[in-house]
C-alpha cells in the first residue's frame, strides 16, 4: 500500500503521506484573520514518505523561502504564500495550489492533505500532556512575534523540557539563530517525532484519535475521513524512531538550492531557488527518487 499524506500546520503544517507519502506546513489561524499580518503563510512544508509495510518513514523540509511560479501565471511568490492565493483564486479547494506544486517539485502525487492552525496544534499538544524535548542551544528570540504587531519574547534553555502546547509551538516557529529557517526546521521535526513518542507512550487508542479528531474539526481542514484513521493509526504503531529519517532542501556549496535576492511587491526580498535556476526541480526531483522508500 502506498499513498500521499499533505499535512499543512497553519503556521500550519502539512502533512502528506503513501506507502504514505506527506507533507507538513504550518500557517498561523484559519479564523482568526486579524490576528497576524497574513494567517493564510504556510510556513512549514515537510513532505515525507511513510511505508506501511515496513514501517519506514523519510521527511523532507522545503523551506518557505522557495521562490515558485504561481500556477497558471508567469508570476512568481515564495510558497509559503500559495495556500493564501488559493484561498483567492480557488475558493472551492483552496489547497489545489500548494499541493500542485508539491507534486511538480518533488514528483510525488499527493493523495491526502490535513491542515491545522497552532492553536489546534496547542490543544493537541495539551491533550497529551505535552511533548518531551531536548533543546540543544538556549532559544533567545526576544522578537518572537505577538499579537497586534507586538513581540512576546521567548527564552528556553538546553536540555531536558517537557513542554506544553503554547511552549512547544513556540520551540517549532522561533527562528531568532544563526541559520534563522533552516534552525526552525530541524526544530519542527524533532516537535513531530517528540509528539509520536508521546502518543504511543500513553497508550492512546483509536477511540482518544475519533475524539481528538472531532475535537478539532474547527481548527483543521482535511480530506481524510474517519473510515482512514483506522488504517493509519495501526500504520503509525509500526513506526519505530530508528525508521525516521529526516533530511532539508538546504543552501550551501553541495546542496540543492542557493540563495538569491527577488523583487516581490515593489520591495527587494531574501529568496530561495534551485541551483539550476527557477523553476528547474529535476535534481530535487532525483533526490526524492533516491530517498525513495517504497520499496
Known amino acids: 500500500m502506498f499513498k500521499k499524506l499533505l499535512f499543512i500546520l497553519l503556521p500550519i503544517f502539512a502533512l502528506i503521506a503513501v506507502y504514505y507519502n506527506f507533507t507538513l506546513t504550518h500557517s498561523y489561524s484559519i479564523y482568526e484573520q486579524n490576528s497576524f499580518k497574513n494567517p493564510w503563510l504556510t510556513d512549514t512544508i515537510i513532505v515525507g514518505s511513510f511505508n506501511s509495510n515496513n514501517g519506514k518513514v523519510s521527511l523532507v523540509s522545503i523551506p518557505r523561502d522557495l521562490i515558485i511560479k504561481i500556477p497558471e501565471t508567469e508570476n512568481v511568490t515564495k510558497i509559503n504564500a500559495l495556500y493564501s492565493l488559493g484561498k483567492t483564486f480557488s475558493p472551492l479547494e483552496p489547497i489545489k495550489f500548494i499541493k500542485e506544486k508539491i507534486t511538480e517539485i518533488t514528483g510525488l502525487p499527493i493523495d491526502y492533505y490535513v491542515l491545522i492552525d497552532v492553536v489546534g496544534l496547542e490543544h493537541f499538544i495539551d491533550s497529551v500532556g505535552g511533548v518531551n524535548i531536548i533543546v540543544s542551544k538556549d532559544i533567545s528570540d526576544p ?34 539563530s544563526l541559520r534563522g529557517d533552516f534552525d526552525r526546521i530541524q526544530r519542527q521535526r524533532q516537535l513531530i517525532q517528540a509528539l509520536k513518542n508521546q502518543i504511543f507512550a500513553k497508550n492512546l487508542n483509536l477511540q482518544w484519535l475519533f475524539k481528538s479528531y472531532n475535537d478539532l474539526s474547527d481548527r483543521l ?21 530508528k525508521n525516521i529519517s529526516d533530511y532539508s532542501l ?9 540563495e538569491t535576492d527577488i523583487i516581490l511587491g515593489g520591495i527587494k526580498a531574501y529568496a530561495i531557488i534551485p541551483k539550476k535556476g527557477l523553476g528547474e526541480y529535476g535534481e530535487i526531483q532525483d533526490f526524492f527518487k533516491a530517498i525513495n522508500i517504497n520499496q
Open 221 to 241: 481542514i482535511s480530506n481524510l475521513g474517519l473510515d482512514d484513521l483506522p488504517i493509519l493509526f495501526k500504520a503509525a504503531r509500526l513506526i519505530s524512531n
Open 143 to 176: 522578537r518572537f512575534p505577538g499579537t497586534n504587531y507586538s513581540y512576546e519574547p521567548f527564552y528556553l534553555t538546553s536540555g531536558f523540557h517537557n513542554l506544553n502546547g503554547h511552549e512547544a509551538v513556540r520551540f517549532a516557529r522561533s527562528r531568532n
Open 250 to 258: 538546504e543552501i550551501g556549496p553541495n546542496e540543492l538550492l542557493k
